[in-house]
């Protein structure tokens, strides 16, 4: 399967961002769906996970009450709304298959990412 992120770009802290993760060739309805980031010189790091059918969310520390991941599982896409960005979001961002429908906070395949810089 095919992941397509996109969305991504300069902002200055405070504003938003909608991130979003375009998939094919694969049954996109089966599977939950990880955001994950990663920062130069820095580990990797989980941002938020749906569930495959879109009933269960999770949202890692860094990024709960400030973000919001969602699913439209009619277009095979998943979204990332970015809201009250900080500078310590600066990243790569990825979505990422789960291997199976529930959120486990592992990777079988992701996106090419898309950057978003946070100018304080």
């Known amino acids: 399967g095919q992941l397509v992120d996109s969305g991504g770009g300069l902002v200055q802290a405070g504003e938003s961002l909608r991130l979003s993760c375009v998939t094919s060739g694969f049954t996109f309805d089966r599977y939950a769906i990880e955001w994950f980031r990663q920062a130069p010189g820095k580990e990797r790091e989980g941002v938020a996970c749906i569930s495959s059918d879109g009933s269960f969310t999770y949202y890692f520390d860094w990024v709960k009450g400030r973000f919001t991941i969602s699913r439209d599982n009619g277009k095979n896409t998943a979204y990332l709304q970015m809201n009250n960005l900080k500078p310590e979001d600066t990243a790569v961002y990825h979505c990422?298959?789960?291997?199976?429908?529930?959120?486990?906070?592992?990777?079988?395949?992701w996106g090419q990412g898309t950057q978003v810089t946070v100018s304080s």
């Open positions: 990422a298959t789960d291997p199976g429908p529930s959120c486990s906070h592992t990777y079988d395949s």
